[in-house]
């Protein structure tokens, strides 16, 4: 099930302008894709929440029923804090195994299909631009992506969602890569 942490002291106000145009008022959802998905979700009072869901599949489940999990979750997501004006994503261009490759690729197309159909617009961030504008490093350790987010004021659970608060943090600060 998801867990979440929310941050009520986060000092957004230093930011100026948004990404891709966006008011202030509306809500950006950053995702590290996988069978655990981090999130964060700056939300309509400029509150950054964020968590992990997992999308395993049970012992009876089809195969696409963890795409289905996930279309739902978004929904969901997008019904109860939305709308959801924009939409970043860890872009990941190399996996360690065949199986998260598969995984990470159908649901991103869900994510994509699930965008399109409601006109939010979405863009992945490479891992090594998410990495360096956390750590310093392009290539930082899951650990560092850890602390950095600690450095920060939040408190992940795991490696999955310090990566989705980098995402969130990094497209408000360069207004989503614009600067």
Known sequence: MAQSSLIPNYDSARFEALPLDTPRNRCILALDLGTTTGWAIRGHD?????GTVSFRPGRFDGGGMRYLRFTNWLTDLDRLSGPIAAIWFEEVRRHAGTDASHIYGGLMATLTAWAELR???YEGVPVGTIKRHATGKGNAPKKAMIDAARARGFSPADDNE???IAILLWAIETRGGVQ
């Not at 400029?46 to 964020?50: A, E, F, P, R």
């Open 162 to 164: 310090a990566d989705a």
């Open 46 to 50: 400029d509150l950054i929440t964020s």
């Open 119 to 121: 006109g939010v617009p």
